[in-house]
């Protein structure tokens, strides 16, 4: 059965939103355990808050009066804290479903809280005879607020355990899920880079190897297919199997009309690690070469395309785009994967081909030898400048200047 590289990268994308949302779950979850710590000490300065009433002083009783008005101020600021907390607690909303109790026990102690104010009301303006009266009930509800505390208390440590559970079994289920993930399509991907290799080997490490995957079976398929039925063999390159110079001629007079729209770009590629001059490498290497070169140059043909290999180690290309930036930026594709290719050194190393283009854009009412010899001039340019990979006629200019 074949593989294809378009749906392993589609589900592979899937599983890795599913496992970014699942983590951002935990880590949502983990910063809400911060409102739980908030919550305590919430609650613990509405204790020391409300027990303070108890001790202060009443020297001045109308001073007196307003400082506990203030305090009581601060501790219904405190539960109006607690229930925006409530905002951020995604796990009580929305798995525990505590909502209704939670804020049920907030009234019950604002109500609480209220009844306590009226106490000090009456206290500190009512007649003398009624205070202690008085002070016995408000020492009361300030205890039953504080038992409303307690409970709040013992409810959050609950809630807590709640969460905690919640949390570290959601956390298993991630690292199981990622766990799986992991393995499965680290399986699939080292089915779709043996392909890649295989296809961008120089010497291929089997000849029998079979590709997994529906698209390098299409590139195999496009990489191996020659239509030399239609092209007159002496059009052609006999090693890579490409049109020659003057297969490039003949071929460019049939196409060039084809999308008299488009712009027209001839590049020419060197491949510098050998020429006529300087064959330091055997022979059966540097066919190996041209004919990896080729076949990558043909996975990036179109229809209206030419391509050729015009001299001992250059290639001419022929494009036809809808603007002089796609025209560049396709050559600049084609030539950072000639360079990626690796070849086998006669000592065992590889090496990474060297190459240096020179790109024209032609207009219409210049011929294809014109665009050629001025490619060739920028080329040996470029080839004097070792910064320059891909050159153009500006930048004969810049680095003249």
Same mark, same amino acid.
């Not at 300030?142 to 013992?154: A, G, H, S, T, V």
């Not at 080292?190 to 295989?198: C, K, Y």
């Not at 004919?291 to 030419?306: M, N």
């Given at each position: 059965m074949?593989?294809?590289?378009v749906t392993?990268?589609?589900? !592979?994308?899937?599983a890795l939103l599913l496992?970014?949302?699942?983590t951002?779950?935990v880590?949502?979850?983990?910063?809400?355990?911060?409102f739980?710590y908030?919550?305590?000490?919430?609650?613990n300065?509405?204790r020391?808050?409300?027990?303070?009433?108890?001790?202060m002083?009443?020297?001045?009783k109308?001073?007196a009066?307003?400082k506990?008005?203030?305090t009581?101020?601060l501790?219904l600021?405190?539960?109006?804290?607690l229930?925006?907390?409530y905002t951020?607690?995604?796990?009580g909303?929305f798995?525990?479903?505590s909502q209704e109790?939670y804020?049920?026990d907030l009234?019950?102690?604002?109500k609480t809280?209220q009844?306590i104010?009226?106490?000090?009301?009456?206290y500190?303006t009512?007649y #003398?005879?009624?205070?202690p009266?008085?002070?016995?009930r408000l020492?009361?509800?300030i205890?039953?607020f504080?038992k409303?505390?307690?409970?709040?208390?013992?409810?959050n440590?609950?809630?807590?355990?709640k969460?905690?559970?919640?949390?570290?079994?959601?956390?298993i289920f991630?690292?199981?899920i990622?766990i799986?993930t992991t393995?499965?399509?680290?399986?699939?991907?080292n089915?779709?880079?043996?392909?890649?290799s295989?296809?961008? #080997?120089?010497h291929p490490?089997?000849?029998?190897y079979?590709?997994?995957t529906?698209?390098a079976?299409?590139i195999?398929?496009?990489m191996?297919?020659?239509n030399?039925n239609t092209?007159?063999?002496?059009?052609?390159d006999p090693?890579?199997? !490409?049109?020659?110079?003057?297969?490039l001629?003949?071929?460019y007079?049939?196409?060039?009309?084809?999308?008299?729209e488009?712009?027209?770009?001839?590049t020419i590629?060197e491949?510098r690690?050998?020429?006529?001059?300087?064959?330091?490498?055997?022979q059966?290497?540097?066919q190996?070469?041209l004919?990896?070169?080729a076949?990558?140059?043909?996975?990036?043909?179109q229809?209206?395309d030419i391509?050729?290999?015009?001299?001992f180690?250059k290639?001419?290309?022929?494009?036809s785009r809808?603007?002089?930036?796609?025209?560049?930026k396709?050559?600049?594709?084609?030539?950072?994967?000639?360079q990626?290719?690796?070849?086998?050194?006669?000592n065992?190393?590889?090496?990474n081909?060297?190459?240096t283009?020179a790109?024209?854009?032609?207009t219409?009412?210049r011929?294809?030898?014109?665009?050629?010899?001025?490619a060739?001039t920028i080329?040996?340019?470029?080839?004097?400048?070792?910064?320059?990979?891909?050159?153009?006629?500006?930048?004969?200019t810049?680095?003249?200047?």
């Amino acid at each position: 059965m074949k593989h294809s590289i378009v749906t392993i990268c589609k589900k !592979l994308s899937s599983a890795l939103l599913l496992n970014t949302l699942l983590t951002i779950f935990v880590a949502l979850f983990i910063l809400e355990q911060n409102f739980s710590y908030k919550k305590i000490d919430n609650l613990n300065q509405q204790r020391e808050l409300i027990n303070s009433l108890q001790t202060m002083k009443e020297n001045d009783k109308q001073l007196a009066h307003i400082k506990s008005d203030g305090t009581i101020n601060l501790i219904l600021a405190r539960i109006n804290h607690l229930k925006q907390y409530y905002t951020y607690d995604f796990v009580g909303k929305f798995i525990i479903f505590s909502q209704e109790e939670y804020f049920a026990d907030l009234n019950r102690l604002q109500k609480t809280l209220q009844e306590i104010k009226e106490l000090l009301d009456q206290y500190y303006t009512g007649y #003398a005879e009624n205070r202690p009266k008085v002070k016995e009930r408000l020492s009361s509800e300030i205890q039953r607020f504080n038992k409303e505390l307690d409970d709040l208390f013992i409810k959050n440590v609950a809630y807590n355990q709640k969460k905690s559970s919640l949390i570290a079994k959601f956390t298993i289920f991630l690292l199981f899920i990622s766990i799986i993930t992991t393995l499965y399509y680290r399986k699939k991907v080292n089915i779709i880079l043996s392909d890649i290799s295989f296809l961008t #080997a120089i010497h291929p490490t089997s000849k029998n190897y079979k590709t997994k995957t529906i698209e390098a079976d299409a590139i195999l398929m496009k990489m191996t297919k020659k239509n030399t039925n239609t092209i007159d063999p002496e059009l052609l390159d006999p090693v890579t199997e !490409l049109l020659n110079h003057r297969g490039l001629s003949t071929v460019y007079i049939q196409k060039k009309n084809q999308k008299p729209e488009h712009y027209t770009s001839v590049t020419i590629v060197e491949i510098r690690n050998f020429s006529k001059e300087n064959k330091q490498y055997p022979q059966e290497v540097i066919q190996a070469i041209l004919k990896k070169v080729a076949s990558i140059l043909a996975l990036f043909e179109q229809p209206s395309d030419i391509i050729a290999r015009t001299d001992f180690n250059k290639f001419t290309i022929v494009l036809s785009r809808a603007s002089k930036e796609q025209c560049f930026k396709e050559i600049e594709q084609i030539v950072q994967s000639i360079q990626e290719i690796k070849f086998k050194l006669p000592n065992g190393d590889y090496k990474n081909i060297d190459v240096t283009a020179a790109f024209v854009i032609k207009t219409k009412k210049r011929s294809l030898d014109d665009a050629l010899k001025e490619a060739i001039t920028i080329l040996e340019f470029a080839k004097k400048h070792d910064g320059l990979t891909i050159a153009q006629k500006r930048d004969m200019t810049d680095l003249e200047i």
